[in-house]
């Protein structure tokens, strides 16, 4: 007899607010998206300096990420994510107040600084604190991701109608809003951490099973900011339409990564659905290279790249959660900071194939990015073996139940 399946949803207080946070944190990463053509042009930059938004957010924070679990583990986790939000509000002001793609690209480093230090704590603090395990746990994390990531670039065609500024304000008012959420309703740690020395993330690395995930994340990750980061230059839409676009791709991320991963999980291995994903993934972004000159077939591709990018997501952190017997917030880390440093790499890499080459080329090198991520996976898929054989989760049941209305 199944459990009450109200593990995923019903959570206490503070994981919500945590989960709230979340949801504005993930925001930022496709906010903007749909300002791209309007910053290059407000600003008189080029495409691939438009890009350096990117690689400045996603660099500094893979990098920073390697001392994240060693700074939270002396602080505690409430203030490490505090710490995070406030820095993003202040970068995200210092972004709207800016007058040059030149100090924009800075201080974006700046908010990825407290993109760092927050996102790879809130994993560990929804796991450690909410009800149900790990896996319903991630489930909650991955739906929070996806709703940010679907609401990012929606909010951000919005307000950049208005103004290429209004994005980062917006952002200024909700992450103030997520930094008194979580101020009032997350509890200190009730036990002490022991400190995590400084080189714990390196140590992580050299762990068979994470450096394989880390290595195939790392790849991974050039084809998903590709897909994300270039595509709205030759979609050729204003802000809006680049807004409700990315929105369906955010919302089709969401629902699979939620719905549709659990589902698969529970009938294949991880590896064998991370094998099975991969490749789908590289033939969309084939596709979307051949046809790129339509908008309405690129549009068609980047939904549809949104559906197997929402189970590679969640597919990923639980493997990555079950790789080793390290603090989850140590693994989180080392993981997050190689596959950020590789979605650093995929924005500017994607202008410069573009400027010499044609629209098509990008896509195609996502593709072989991709293709590598999953012959890491193939090659490594025997010290990955320990994460197919982990014993089934009565919560990750429970969550399926609740998600699919199948509960009793």
């Not at 990098?63 to 602080?75: D, G, H, N, P, Y």
């Not at 900071?337 to 090198?365: D, E």
Request: charged letters at 10%.
């Amino acid at each position: 007899m199944n459990t009450p399946a109200t593990s995923v949803w019903k959570q206490p207080a503070q994981v919500w607010a945590v989960a709230f946070a979340c949801v504005v944190a993930f925001m930022g990463i496709g906010l903007v998206d749909p300002i791209l053509p309007a910053i290059a042009e407000s600003l008189q930059a080029s495409p691939f300096e438009t890009e350096l938004l990117f690689t400045s957010y996603l660099a500094v924070t893979g990098l920073a990420m390697l001392v994240t679990s060693w700074i939270s583990s002396r602080i505690g986790a409430k203030k490490t994510l505090l710490i995070g939000l406030a820095l993003i509000v202040v970068f995200a002001l210092l972004c709207a107040l800016s007058g040059s793609v030149d100090a924009v690209i800075g201080f974006r480093a700046g908010w990825g600084l407290g993109n760092a230090l927050f996102i790879s704590t809130a994993l560990a603090t929804i796991v450690g604190a909410a009800s149900g395990g790990s896996s319903a746990a991630i489930i909650l994390y991955e739906a929070a991701l996806g709703l940010g990531i679907a609401i990012g670039p929606l909010l951000g065609g919005l307000l950049g109608e208005q103004s290429w500024r209004a994005p980062f304000f917006g952002v200024v008012v909700l992450m103030a809003i997520a930094f008194l959420a979580v101020l009032v309703l997350l509890r200190g740690p009730g036990e002490k951490r022991a400190p995590e020395p400084f080189s714990a993330p390196f140590t992580a690395l050299g762990r068979p099973a994470l450096a394989v995930l880390a290595i195939a994340a790392f790849f991974y990750n050039i084809g998903f900011f590709i897909l994300l980061a270039f595509s709205p230059f030759p979609l050729g839409f204003g802000a809006m339409g680049i807004g409700f676009t990315f929105f369906g791709w955010g919302l089709a991320l969401a629902i699979t990564s939620v719905w549709v991963a659990p589902l698969m999980m529970r009938r294949m291995s991880r590896t064998a659905v991370i094998l099975s994903v991969l490749p789908l993934l590289a033939v969309d972004l084939v596709v979307a290279g051949f046809l790129v000159e339509s908008a309405a077939a690129l549009v068609v591709c980047i939904v549809i790249g949104g559906l197997l990018l929402g189970i590679m997501n969640t597919v990923l952190t639980e493997a990555v959660m079950e790789a080793t017997d390290l603090p989850r917030s140590v693994a989180s880390s080392a993981y997050s900071s190689v596959r950020f440093l590789g979605g650093a790499i995929a924005p500017p890499l994607a202008a410069a194939l573009w400027h010499a080459f044609n629209a098509t080329v990008p896509y195609l090198v996502a593709a072989i990015a991709v293709l590598l991520a999953a012959l890491t996976v193939f090659i490594g898929r025997k010290v990955l073996r320990h994460i197919d054989d982990q014993p089934e989760d009565p919560a990750l049941e429970d969550a399926e139940a609740m998600l699919l209305g199948d509960a009793a």
